[in-house]
Nanobody
Framework: QVQLEESGGGSVQAGGSLRLSCAAS????????MGWFRQGPGKERERVAS???????MYADSAKGRFTISKDNTKNILYLQMNSLKPEDTAMYFC??????????????????????????????WGQGTQVTVSA
């Protein structure tokens, strides 16, 4: 089992910054891929950013240029630095983690892990979320 605990959310004015953290514990190691998702009021959950075991990163268009995802493998902590926040960034932010397919290595492991994290039938581990509220 893997446990994920987010922190760092809060209320800020537009243009402000927040840094979210996700502390991972349990049976997780550097082979896992991880990501940040968010769900705004009345909206479906959407991907914000992801990072795989090779530190390859993908951002949603809404996050590009403003958000930075990073991971400290020594501490098993995932971060999301959010700058230039907008009211439309208001949402509950969730951390997620997925393992690579058993027996896969290299690129196959990375791709398989991202599929486990982001794919249509993905069922990654989830944290409880941290609320971010951005006022105009």
């Amino acid at each position: 089992q893997v446990q994920l605990e987010e922190s760092g959310g809060g209320s800020v004015q537009a243009g402000g910054s927040l840094r979210l953290s996700c502390a991972a514990s349990g049976r997780i190691d550097s082979s896992y891929c991880m990501g940040w998702f968010r769900q705004g009021p009345g909206k479906e959950r959407e991907r914000v950013a992801s990072i795989d075991s090779d530190s390859d990163i993908m951002y949603a268009d809404s996050a590009k240029g403003r958000f930075t995802i990073s991971k400290d493998n020594t501490k098993n902590i995932l971060y999301l630095q959010m700058n230039s926040l907008k009211p439309e960034d208001t949402a509950m932010y969730f951390c997620a983690a997925a393992s690579p397919p058993p027996g896969r290595t290299g690129a196959e492991a990375s791709i398989g892990c991202l599929f486990n994290l982001l794919g249509p039938a993905a069922s990654p581990y989830w944290g409880q979320g941290t609320q971010v509220t951005v006022s105009a």
